[in-house]
């Protein structure tokens, strides 16, 4: 019956008017009618909340507070029929027709309900439904299975069709009784089903739990019951009803669910593990092949061996960007890949990128030129080392992609329409055989076309994958902007503000001449004179290390393992001097047999060192340098090691205070 049947009923029946009652999501009731009020004899404020249930039948009572909660959680409308108490002390019955009460926006905010007088129907009827019979019908209506423990001091108990039919047993099949529920309980779920109940039963909160029932045949369900308690005056527990309903199909699909995230995690754990090894496993020997090769390029004057030596090192940096490719892709498909912003010099990065490529396009027998066609700012605000991936990775693909002629790498500075400006690179090749959509593709991870799967140039795609996101990081993008018969063209943009008031400068051939020259004089050598520990296992690394530490005019004691480093440096309280006074620094390998790296840090700081320790790790993850600050150390260096990088670190902590990391964080 509509809301508004029943206020045309209410019109044209003065003798049994329409009440009305309204509650809201919490069940509280905030709305009653005149009708209302004048048959129970009552003011609003006794009715407010809980307080309008005083009025109905005691033996209604349960019934219907059952009904109004199912239909409460279930959003859904109900009818019921009870007896209400009237002004004069008699009770009338009443059918209940309550529909849910939508809000302004139309969701679910409670019911409304409407009470018509119907005792006159029922007393003329010759064969009236008996309560029991009414209450018999409902419970086969309903899906739960319904218990009722008339008296909690006794065993006895009453259990619905419904309730039976659930535990797969014809009704009256076996006794009800709280002895035969606690014999159905799984015995792993018994101690804690039976002190969920004492505690509802003593302390007066309500009884919600799962557990597990026996069912014919010897399987175990899943149950979730609900119950609420009756007291009496001294607030002790004399009756419990209830209802139970099979979620047993709820709780395997979450098991499933859990175990399939349980699946997943170790599937992410296996993945770290081997990106972790692959890159110790690789990066170890990489260090002492490219460090060597780099040395003896650099000290021998024949030709043949220099030769030699430069393709052991491209060789092994081309395997390295592969190594960081899959660490990159990995941190990408996570969402961990990350970009640090700080100011840095654009001419810098470029130039850098120059010498590199320089080397690559020499081994192909091609050309490699940078063209600044526009003034370029002095400083920007990106990231230097991802701006450096990003052009190293496209300017070596395309050389990679050449076959003849060279590559050009174009740069310049636009204004964009929102007044900021950008970079703009333009790398262009001649002779590559790759179409625009092919080329295109390369960007895409994964979707290699059948043409590139058997082209002669390895390890496309991976990189350049990385490269394009990194670019969109950088509120720049990626594209193949232009192709003919002789040459591609890519264009990278990146975001650099606004520069409008930044010094800007006109790069020349001889200021770049300068700039190289001053930038590879400040990273040959130390700026002074030092005494440096090297703790580290590994025999090729440690010849590396103390060539180039000594070259760079430093003097290196070299140590195997943490425990011999934290002797080293307790010789000098031996003459009552601090801890490790004659070191002025510390390079700490983190993979070492003994006592590893963090340990080692955090027992050096405990015991006093103040000075500079720089972590040597062949891990290369974000949390792996994290961890190094958290054990004491100042700087973190994955292997291999770039000589004038090291050389720079050094010098950078050599020239400050040092009042360094004091102990562990």
Same mark, same amino acid.
């Given at each position: ?9 209410? %019109? ?10 309204? &509650? ?46 199912? %239909?409460?959680?279930?959003? #859904? &409308? ?20 309550? $529909? ?20 006159? #129907? ?75 109940? !004492?505690?509802? +039963? ?22 979730? @019951? ?49 990106? $972790? ?8 020997? +990489? ?11 650099? &000290? ?20 390295? !960007? ?24 654009? /001419? ?12 690559? %396009? ?8 940078? =063209?600044? =066609? ?125 520069? @409008? ?6 790069? &020349?051939?001889?200021?770049?001449? =300068? ?5 590879? %004089? ?71 047999? /003994?006592? !590893? ?28 340098? #994290? ?39």
């Amino acid at each position: 019956m509509s809301f508004n049947q029943t206020q045309e009923l209410q %019109a044209d029946n003065s003798k049994h008017p329409v009440l009305i009652w309204a &509650s809201g999501l919490d069940q509280s009731h905030d709305f009653f009618n005149q009708a209302w009020l004048d048959f129970t004899g009552s003011e609003v404020h006794q009715n407010i909340n809980a307080g309008w249930l005083q009025f109905i039948h005691p033996d209604d009572l349960p019934l219907f507070q059952l009904t109004y909660e199912r %239909a409460q959680t279930a959003q #859904q &409308s109900f009818q019921i029929e009870f007896r209400l108490k009237k002004h004069d002390g008699t009770f009338r019955w009443m059918q209940c027709n309550a $529909a849910p009460r939508p809000d302004l926006t139309g969701n679910f905010s409670g019911h409304i309900a409407t009470n018509m007088d119907i005792h006159d #129907q029922l007393v003329e009827k010759s064969e009236q439904i008996t309560y029991e019979e009414n209450y018999e019908l409902f419970l086969n209506c309903i899906t739960e299975g319904i218990w009722d423990w008339i008296d909690v001091n006794s065993d006895e108990q009453w259990w619905s069709p419904r309730f039976y039919e659930l535990l797969g047993y014809r009704d009256q099949e076996i006794g009800a009784s709280f002895s035969t529920f606690k014999r159905l309980l799984h015995p792993d779920d018994l101690q804690a089903t039976l002190q969920v109940l !004492d505690q509802t +039963l003593e302390n007066e909160i309500p009884f919600d739990t799962e557990f597990r029932l026996r069912i014919k045949g010897g399987e175990y369900h899943w149950f979730r @019951s609900t119950a609420k308690i009756i007291r009496n005056s001294n607030g002790n527990a004399v009756r419990m009803t209830g209802s139970n309903s099979n979620i047993h199909r709820q709780v395997l699909a979450e098991e499933a669910l859990k175990e399939t995230r349980r699946l997943a995690e170790q599937a992410q754990l296996e993945k770290e593990t081997f990106l $972790a090894l692959m890159s110790q496993e690789v990066r170890t020997p +990489l260090s002492a092949i490219l460090g060597f090769s780099e040395i003896l390029s650099e &000290s021998s004057d024949d030709l043949e061996t220099q030769t030699a030596a430069e393709t052991i090192y491209t060789n092994g940096q081309s395997l390295l !960007d592969t190594i960081n490719d899959f660490l990159d892709l990995s941190k990408l498909e996570e969402g961990l890949l990350d970009i640090e912003i700080l100011d840095c010099c654009p /001419v810098k990065v470029i130039e850098n990128v120059r010498g590199y490529m320089v080397k690559k %396009a020499e081994m192909n027998d091609l050309q490699f030129n940078v =063209e600044y =066609e526009t003034e370029i700012p002095e400083i920007i605000k990106s990231d230097p080392i991802r701006l450096k991936q990003i052009l190293t990775t496209v300017i070596g693909t395309a050389i990679k992609l050449t076959k003849k002629g060279g590559v050009k790498l174009g740069v310049k500075t636009s204004r964009i329409e929102n007044g900021t400006h950008q970079l703009t690179f333009t790398v262009t090749n001649t002779g590559t055989e790759l179409s625009i959509e092919q080329f295109s593709d390369l960007f895409t991870p994964y979707r290699l076309t059948d043409e590139l799967m058997t082209h002669p140039v390895s390890g496309l795609g991976l990189g350049l994958a990385v490269s394009k996101h990194l670019t969109e990081m950088l509120g720049g993008r990626i594209q193949v902007t232009d192709q003919d018969a002789s040459s591609t063209t890519v264009e990278i943009t990146i975001a650099v503000g606004d520069i @409008s008031k930044l010094k800007m400068e006109k790069v &020349s051939a001889s200021k770049r001449l =300068e700039e190289i020259k001053t930038y590879k %004089a400040s990273h040959d050598f130390l700026k002074q004179d030092c005494h440096i520990l090297l703790v580290e296992d590994g025999i090729y690394n440690q010849r590396l290390i103390n060539f180039l530490l000594t070259k760079a005019g430093a003097e290196i004691t070299i140590v195997e393992n943490g425990q011999q480093a934290i002797d080293e440096l307790q010789k000098s309280r031996e003459i009552g001097d601090p801890i490790g006074d004659p070191y002025d620094l510390i390079l700490m390998d983190i993979q070492m047999p /003994v006592l !590893d790296g963090y340990s080692t840090t955090r027992q050096i700081r405990a015991l006093g060192y103040t000075k500079p320790i720089i972590a040597l790790t062949i891990h290369a993850m974000d949390s792996d340098r #994290q961890k190094c600050f958290d054990a004491g150390c100042d700087e973190y260096m994955s292997k291999p090691l770039e000589r004038k990088k090291l050389i720079s670190i050094i010098n950078s902590f050599l020239k400050k205070p040092q009042n360094q990391n004091l102990v562990a964080k």
